[in-house]
């Protein structure tokens, strides 16, 4: 089957850094998506990786590794605004977007 | 520039019954997807249109039905409501059916009673 895995729950504090990583076994990789999503609201893109290594975009980053089934995403400087479920989604062989069941990550001040 | 709009916002409707839910994609693109979204899960593919075809459909039943109209938008249809398809309904619109950046509409909630 299809698998992607995430950690249910993290919390962080304001200011620090915090790595929500994300495993993945699908039939076939054609890229990773990072997604961020408020309660209550719709997904709203935060980076995309297809090719191994780091992808940096302002205080959020985006890391992948194809051999280990392996991507992180790294947010800096924590904002109380940061706090949302953070949803990793796989392209797979049939171009379908496998998505992860997201990780809900609390800022606390 | 209008980003993906979805009709209704909510829905409440009993076992039996049947849906339509609404969505117009942002502009200039012409794939939609549509996603179910259960409380604290991550979204399932549904299904994608593409050139008024239904190009990929993931793991649901024919009671999942959809359309797309020369517009582009879409529609997504749930015959025989059953309690479980109480969830959140997203559509996503995105440049070509081969995924790049998808952007979400709001949502339609259903709930089943």
């Known amino acids: 089957g299809q698998n992607i895995d995430q950690p249910t729950e993290m919390t962080a504090t304001e200011g620090a850094i915090v790595q929500i990583n994300c495993t993945y076994q699908?039939?076939?990789?054609?890229?990773l998506f990072w997604y961020q999503q408020h309660a209550g609201e719709a997904p709203t893109f935060l980076s995309y990786n297809v090719l191994d290594g780091l992808e940096e975009k302002g205080r959020f980053s985006s890391f992948l590794s194809r051999s280990k089934g392996y991507s992180y995403l790294l947010l800096k400087e924590l904002q109380m605004k940061d706090s949302a479920s953070y949803l990793c989604?796989?392209?797979?062989?049939?171009?379908?977007?496998?998505w992860g069941a997201g990780t809900k990550l609390i800022i606390k001040p | 520039d209008a980003g993906v709009t979805q009709s209704p916002t909510h829905l409440i409707k009993t076992r039996g019954q049947q849906v339509t839910l609404r969505c117009s994609p942002k502009s200039g693109h012409d794939t939609v997807s549509w996603y179910q979204q259960a409380l604290g899960q991550g979204p399932q593919f549904i299904f994608q249109?593409?050139?008024?075809?239904?190009?990929q459909r993931g793991n649901f039943p024919d009671r999942f039905s959809g359309h797309q109209f020369p517009n582009y938008s879409s529609e997504l249809n749930v015959n025989a409501l059953l309690l479980g398809d109480s969830a959140l309904y997203l559509c996503?619109?995105?440049?070509?059916?081969?995924?790049?950046?998808?952007?979400f509409g709001p949502g339609t909630r259903l709930t089943v009673l």
């Open positions: 249109y593409y050139e008024e075809e239904e190009r």
């Open positions: 989604a796989v392209i797979n062989s049939n171009y379908q977007l496998i």
């Open positions: 699908t039939s076939g990789f054609n890229g």
């Open positions: 996503a619109s995105s440049l070509t059916p081969v995924y790049n950046e998808q952007f």
